[in-house]
């Protein structure tokens, strides 16, 4: 126990420390957690061995991200992109694949390990590019959405990869392997597949992703909706992760990529109102796990060795990424990216990935490279990825300056479109969005009742299902560029924390707010809201003039008596909000009974004026031109 | 016999005296339909079927209305500019109210000697109202001279507001009964409750 405890005060210490410090410095977070990983592994040496353990076990990371990424993808978006997905993902990855494997041959490889090297040199990080990409907010661009293609290509290509590795087994290290086994190994892995005929293995193969398509799409929204009835967050987090873990495992069982089925169960996802939900209930566990994942490349680094093959390693990590980067910047020209697209393209990709290490434990146990080889490889991988937020500094203070400075800002790209999120979908939030969406603006609706989502969504009105009072929540909706946030929702504890924390992570958002009474505008125009409508406050006035008319007011002088009625109510609580404080209450706040009866008292010879002399401020005008005519109420 | 519609556009009707009377008579004659813009749209959302469907029930239409920085009330500007479409009063196929009359019955603040080229005003009553008149012209409608009182806020004190009113009752059964003389009244630049050309037989 005491040992857990330790290893994970380290590695979260580590984390903590490392990685707001790079950040701060402007590193980005994969290289804090890559360094934290290097100062406790080779550096100090408080963790040792056991890292190759917690790396496949980080390696979850990776699935929880392409779960994420799924999410963001519609099923239409992927089809729209199936050309960037097979033309510029296929040639990045045949290409260099086919080049390195022709250099290594060259440089005395044997012609199956050759081939292995390539293919594992042909795949890039996922996890660190989409992450930076993420970041940085470069996704929805061309170079993030060419990158990203390139991305989801290769880690589609890994699971033929992994097939196609056995068959290049080199007889001698095989032999090798086969004198040093002592048993177990990769055969007593769990397994639904072992020992099918190959048209059964395709055949479970199939009926395995017909199930994670059919169930996403129509059993999670009843499953969902009844879990969420139960209105526990904890609950949800627990069926989010149950998902995400049970589609991995059924995945694996039939012999395919956990990310892949997790990837897919996200497409499938897309559409549902639980979307933002889902993404921001796997999202910690994600970034949490690719932490990991990321400090157990660092603390996995073989100091001695590299020591021992500095100039070796060195040289091939960058005759490796000046090649991949040439390749990639091939393709940037063929597929016509410009400008600073073409770069980040270019150098966003230009490293060996995660799935290197997978795939290079997998080419050593199958006998396809030798052991030394591979550690040499491994470490050019690992140099590799450290390097990358290199590049993307180097894309930051180099590329953009100088290719933006050229040009007009008018070409700056708006990566992202800018939206409205509505928190709450009663009553009140459903006029505004439907006045929003038939103006043409894109709204996010979220909802805390999982009924009300449902009921709109037979009306066609698109929700989501979540707490808009969670900042992870209105972060995945995408408070970070919307243009506006409309918090409609019941509960006024939760509405000021919406504003508060909209407002303060972004000062120049505006926010409309709904208040149900006096103090709540006050607390609402202290959170930083920028109209706070009283819900009750319109009807009533209307219910008043309606008063007025029924006891035979012209409609049109009753119209006036309740215009200057709320102009002199809205001056009031303006008024009054200055004096308010929140910790007093209103009946011992000595100023603010003052305030309030001043304001009665305009209020009062306001409304008299309209009754009495025609010099009230309902009715000042529509005196004749001309000289001052007689008096009228002769 | 005409149809005549009135429609009264007075934003202070708790103020108003002279066109609080001649509403009263309007109100009171047969074959006139009355109506209050201001009371119909207290907020200005003018039902642009129903008040067009309303014209095309009647032969001849009357603004009533205080002269308000020369021109009509803001309501009636905008019951202008949102009722007399393009393709309905004027231009392309607008013909619906071609062969109507059009006739503003106008009360003025101020003294007649003010509606003139050497009084304060320095135009005449007829020159303020000549939007109205091209409106009219625009829209394949004949315009009648107006029907106007000056001075009005003093009328009653001055003993003259009684004369207009029974008048204008008299101008409205004319118009009614066919008994108004246009052709006299085309002659006229002001009509007032001294001038009216009214045929013989008229009530």
Same mark, same amino acid.
């Given at each position: 126990?005491? @040992?857990?405890?330790?290893?994970?005060?380290?590695?979260?210490?580590?984390?903590?420390?490392?990685? +707001?410090?790079?950040?701060?410095?402007?590193?980005?977070?994969?290289?804090?957690?890559?360094?934290?990983?290097?100062?406790?592994?080779?550096?100090?040496?408080?963790?040792?061995?056991?890292?190759?353990?917690?790396?496949?076990?980080?390696?979850?990371?990776?699935?929880?991200?392409?779960?994420?990424?799924?999410?963001?993808?519609?099923?239409?978006?992927?089809?729209?992109?199936?050309?960037?997905?097979?033309?510029?993902?296929?040639?990045?990855?045949?290409?260099?694949?086919?080049?390195?494997?022709?250099?290594?041959? $060259?440089?005395?490889?044997?012609?199956?390990?050759?081939?292995?090297?390539?293919?594992?040199?042909?795949?890039?990080?996922?996890?660190?590019?989409?992450?930076?990409?993420?970041?940085?907010?470069?996704?929805?661009?061309?170079?993030?959405?060419?990158?990203?293609?390139?991305?989801?290509?290769?880690?589609?290509?890994?699971?033929?990869?992994?097939?196609?590795?056995?068959?290049?087994?080199?007889?001698?290290?095989?032999?090798?392997?086969?004198?040093?086994?002592?048993?177990?190994?990769?055969?007593?892995?769990?397994?639904?597949?072992?020992?099918?005929?190959?048209?059964?293995? &395709?055949?479970?193969?199939?009926?395995?992703?017909?199930?994670?398509?059919? @169930?996403?799409?129509?059993?999670?929204?009843?499953?969902?909706?009844?879990?969420?009835?139960?209105?526990?967050?904890?609950?949800?987090?627990?069926?989010?992760?149950?998902?995400?873990?049970?589609?991995?495992?059924?995945?694996?069982?039939?012999?395919?990529? +956990? &990310?892949?089925?997790?990837?897919? $169960?996200?497409?499938?996802?897309?559409?549902?109102?639980?979307?933002?939900?889902?993404?921001?209930?796997?999202?910690?566990?994600?970034?949490?796990?690719?932490?990991?994942?990321?400090?157990?490349?660092?603390?996995?680094?073989?100091?001695?060795?590299?020591?021992?093959?500095?100039?070796?390693?060195?040289?091939?990590?960058? @005759?490796?990424?000046?090649?991949?980067?040439?390749?990639?910047? %091939?393709?940037?020209?063929?597929?016509?990216?410009?400008?600073?697209?073409?770069?980040?393209?270019?150098?966003?990709?230009?490293?060996?990935?995660?799935?290197?290490?997978?795939?290079?434990?997998?080419?050593?146990?199958?006998?396809?490279?030798?052991?030394?080889?591979?550690?040499?490889?491994?470490?050019?991988?690992?140099?590799?990825?450290?390097?990358?937020?290199?590049?993307?500094?180097?894309?930051?203070?180099?590329?953009?300056?100088?290719?933006?400075?050229?040009?007009?800002?008018?070409?700056?790209?708006?990566?992202?479109?800018?939206?409205?999120?509505?928190?709450?979908? %009663?009553?009140?939030?459903?006029?505004?969005?439907?006045?929003?969406?038939?103006?043409?603006?894109?709204?996010?609706?979220?909802?805390?009742?999982?009924?009300?989502?449902?009921?709109?969504?037979?009306?066609?009105?698109?929700?989501?299902?979540?707490? &808009?009072?969670?900042?992870?929540?209105?972060?995945?909706?995408?408070?970070?560029?919307?243009?506006?946030?409309?918090?409609?929702?019941?509960?006024?504890?939760?509405?000021?924390?919406?504003?508060?924390?909209?407002?303060?992570?972004?000062?120049?958002?505006?926010?409309?707010?709904?208040?149900?009474?006096?103090?709540?505008?006050?607390?609402?125009?202290?959170?930083?809201?920028?109209?706070?409508?009283?819900?009750?406050?319109?009807?009533?006035?209307?219910?008043?003039?309606?008063?007025?008319?029924?006891?035979?007011?012209?409609?049109?002088?009753?119209?006036?008596?309740?215009? &200057?009625?709320?102009?002199?109510?809205?001056?009031?609580?303006?008024?009054?909000?200055?004096?308010?404080?929140?910790?007093?209450?209103?009946?011992?706040?000595?100023?603010?009974?003052?305030?309030?009866?001043?304001?009665?008292?305009?209020?009062?010879?306001?409304?008299?004026?309209?009754?009495?002399?025609?010099?009230?401020?309902?009715?000042?005008?529509?005196?004749?031109?001309?000289?001052?005519?007689?008096?009228?109420?002769? | 016999?005409?149809?005549?519609?009135?429609?009264?556009?007075?934003?202070?009707?708790?103020?108003?005296?002279?066109?609080?009377?001649?509403?009263?008579?309007?109100?009171?004659?047969?074959?006139?339909?009355?109506?209050?813009?201001?009371?119909?749209?207290?907020?200005?959302?003018?039902?642009?079927?129903?008040?067009?469907?309303?014209?095309?029930?009647?032969?001849?239409?009357?603004?009533?209305?205080?002269?308000?920085?020369?021109?009509?009330?803001?309501?009636?500007?905008?019951?202008?500019?949102?009722?007399?479409?393009?393709?309905?009063?004027?231009?392309?196929?607008?013909?619906?109210?071609?062969?109507?009359?059009?006739?503003?019955?106008?009360?003025?603040?101020?003294?007649?000697?003010?509606?003139?080229?050497?009084?304060?005003?320095?135009?005449?009553?007829?020159?303020?109202?000549?939007?109205?008149?091209?409106?009219?012209?625009?829209?394949?409608?004949?315009?009648?001279?107006?029907?106007?009182?000056?001075?009005?806020?003093?009328?009653?004190?001055?003993?003259?507001?009684?004369?207009?009113?029974?008048?204008?009752?008299?101008?409205?059964?004319?118009?009614?009964?066919?008994?108004?003389?246009?052709?006299?009244?085309?002659?006229?630049?002001?009509?007032?409750?001294?001038?009216?050309?009214?045929?013989?037989?008229?009530?």
């Amino acid at each position: 126990m005491t @040992g857990f405890l330790f290893q994970a005060f380290v590695y979260l210490c580590a984390a903590v420390i490392a990685v +707001p410090i790079a950040k701060r410095l402007g590193l980005g977070s994969v290289l804090g957690y890559l360094i934290a990983g290097i100062v406790i592994g080779p550096v100090i040496g408080l963790v040792g061995s056991e890292t190759q353990d917690i790396q496949h076990f980080a390696e979850f990371g990776v699935v929880m991200m392409l779960f994420l990424v799924g999410l963001e993808l519609e099923p239409k978006a992927l089809w729209a992109m199936r050309h960037k997905l097979l033309g510029l993902g296929g040639l990045q990855v045949g290409l260099t694949a086919g080049i390195i494997a022709a250099i290594a041959y $060259a440089l005395g490889v044997n012609v199956q390990s050759s081939i292995a090297v390539g293919l594992v040199f042909s795949l890039s990080s996922t996890a660190i590019v989409l992450q930076t990409l993420n970041e940085k907010g470069l996704m929805k661009s061309d170079g993030g959405q060419s990158s990203f293609s390139v991305l989801l290509f290769q880690d589609i290509a890994v699971i033929p990869m992994l097939a196609l590795i056995p068959l290049l087994a080199v007889q001698e290290l095989v032999d090798h392997l086969h004198h040093d086994e002592h048993g177990g190994g990769h055969g007593a892995e769990l397994s639904l597949v072992d020992g099918l005929a190959g048209w059964q293995v &395709a055949g479970v193969t199939m009926l395995a992703v017909a199930v994670v398509i059919v @169930g996403g799409h129509y059993l999670s929204r009843p499953l969902f909706r009844f879990i969420a009835g139960a209105k526990l967050r904890e609950v949800f987090t627990a069926a989010a992760l149950l998902l995400v873990i049970g589609i991995a495992l059924l995945m694996s069982l039939v012999g395919l990529s +956990p &990310a892949l089925g997790t990837f897919l $169960a996200g497409v499938v996802l897309a559409n549902s109102e639980f979307r933002h939900e889902l993404e921001s209930d796997i999202d910690p566990f994600k970034g949490l796990l690719l932490g990991l994942f990321f400090i157990t490349v660092g603390a996995g680094i073989n100091f001695g060795y590299l020591q021992d093959n500095l100039a070796t390693v060195f040289g091939l990590t960058f @005759g490796l990424m000046l090649l991949k980067a040439l390749v990639l910047l %091939g393709l940037a020209f063929i597929f016509k990216l410009k400008g600073t697209d073409r770069w980040l393209f270019t150098l966003s990709l230009a490293q060996a990935g995660e799935f290197g290490f997978v795939l290079l434990s997998f080419t050593v146990q199958n006998g396809v490279i030798s052991g030394e080889l591979s550690q040499l490889l491994l470490l050019v991988v690992a140099l590799s990825m450290l390097l990358t937020p290199l590049l993307f500094i180097l894309y930051d203070k180099v590329i953009v300056p100088k290719l933006t400075g050229d040009r007009s800002r008018e070409e700056d790209e708006i990566t992202e479109q800018g939206t409205v999120i509505i928190a709450g979908t %009663g009553r009140f939030g459903q006029i505004i969005n439907r006045l929003l969406l038939g103006n043409g603006f894109q709204t996010v609706v979220l909802d805390l009742s999982a009924e009300m989502v449902d009921r709109l969504g037979k009306f066609g009105v698109r929700s989501f299902y979540g707490d &808009a009072s969670r900042p992870d929540l209105l972060h995945a909706a995408g408070l970070h560029d919307a243009k506006m946030i409309v918090v409609a929702i019941d509960d006024p504890d939760r509405a000021a924390e919406i504003v508060q924390h909209a407002r303060h992570e972004r000062p120049d958002i505006h926010i409309v707010a709904r208040a149900r009474d006096r103090t709540e505008v006050y607390r609402l125009y202290r959170a930083g809201a920028n109209d706070i409508i009283r819900e009750t406050f319109d009807s009533s006035v209307r219910a008043g003039r309606s008063a007025l008319e029924g006891l035979g007011i012209h409609p049109y002088e009753a119209e006036k008596i309740v215009t &200057a009625f709320t102009a002199m109510d809205l001056k009031g609580i303006r008024k009054l909000a200055d004096a308010y404080d929140p910790d007093t209450p209103a009946h011992e706040n000595a100023e603010y009974i003052r305030l309030a009866h001043e304001v009665a008292a305009e209020m009062d010879e306001a409304m008299m004026g309209s009754r009495g002399a025609h010099k009230g401020s309902v009715d000042r005008a529509w005196m004749p031109p001309g000289k001052r005519p007689d008096s009228i109420d002769e | 016999m005409k149809k005549i519609l009135v429609l009264l556009a007075h934003p202070a009707p708790r103020h108003s005296v002279t066109n609080g009377q001649l509403s009263t008579v309007a109100q009171s004659i047969d074959g006139v339909t009355f109506v209050d813009l201001y009371k119909d749209y207290p907020r200005f959302k003018i039902n642009i079927e129903a008040e067009q469907a309303r014209l095309e029930e009647h032969d001849i239409i009357l603004f009533q209305f205080p002269l308000m920085w020369y021109s009509t009330p803001s309501l009636l500007k905008e019951w202008q500019d949102l009722v007399l479409e393009y393709g309905y009063a004027y231009g392309e196929g607008g013909t619906a109210l071609k062969g109507k009359f059009l006739l503003p019955v106008v009360s003025a603040g101020g003294p007649e000697n003010a509606y003139d080229a050497d009084g304060y005003n320095n135009f005449d009553l007829r020159t303020f109202l000549t939007p109205l008149e091209q409106t009219a012209d625009l829209c394949h409608m004949t315009y009648i001279s107006p029907y106007a009182i000056y001075a009005s806020l003093r009328a009653i004190k001055d003993g003259r507001l009684d004369l207009h009113t029974s008048q204008y009752k008299a101008l409205l059964c004319a118009l009614r009964d066919d008994k108004f003389d246009y052709k006299q009244a085309a002659k006229l630049d002001i009509l007032t409750c001294e001038n009216l050309p009214l045929k013989q037989g008229a009530k």
